[in-house]
């Protein structure tokens, strides 16, 4: 059974920095994409970032890029979310989410496996 799990969320204030962490049972995160979604209150879930099974290349949604990066380490079979220079607008449920296609886009139907999600709250 597979089982993705978020962790690492939590309170900052504009312009700090927070790494989420989800960490992988039931498959092998260098085998599949992965990305990153969000959901901020109501509004609909968007996608933050992604490393795809293909080339292991990764992706960025415009208003994140050039703040988060996303990474991996095989060994402990996770994938993080460095986010830095935080906003208020990147307050959200942020989601990690795997997927079986080598460059399943951003797309939340492009996906087979979605974790809980963590609470990120940027205070101003």
């Known amino acids: 059974q597979v089982q993705l799990v978020e962790s690492g969320g939590g309170a900052v204030q504009a312009g700090g920095s927070l790494r989420l962490s989800c960490a992988a049972s039931?498959?092998?995160?260098?085998?599949?994409?992965v990305a990153w979604f969000r959901q901020a209150p109501g509004k609909e879930r968007e996608f933050v970032s992604g490393?795809?099974?293909?080339?292991?290349?990764?992706y960025y949604a415009g208003s994140v890029r050039g703040r988060f990066t996303i990474s991996e380490d095989n060994a402990k079979n996770t994938v993080y979310l460095q986010m830095n220079s935080l906003k208020p607008e990147d307050t959200a449920v942020y989601y990690c989410?795997?997927?079986?296609?080598?460059?399943?886009?951003?797309?939340?139907?492009?996906?087979?496996?979605w974790g809980q999600g963590t609470q990120v709250t940027v205070s101003s």
């Open positions: 039931g498959l092998t995160f260098s085998m599949y994409s």
């Open positions: 490393i795809w099974r293909s080339g292991r290349d990764t």
């Open positions: 989410a795997a997927s079986v296609k080598a460059a399943p886009a951003t797309e939340r139907s492009g996906y087979n496996w």
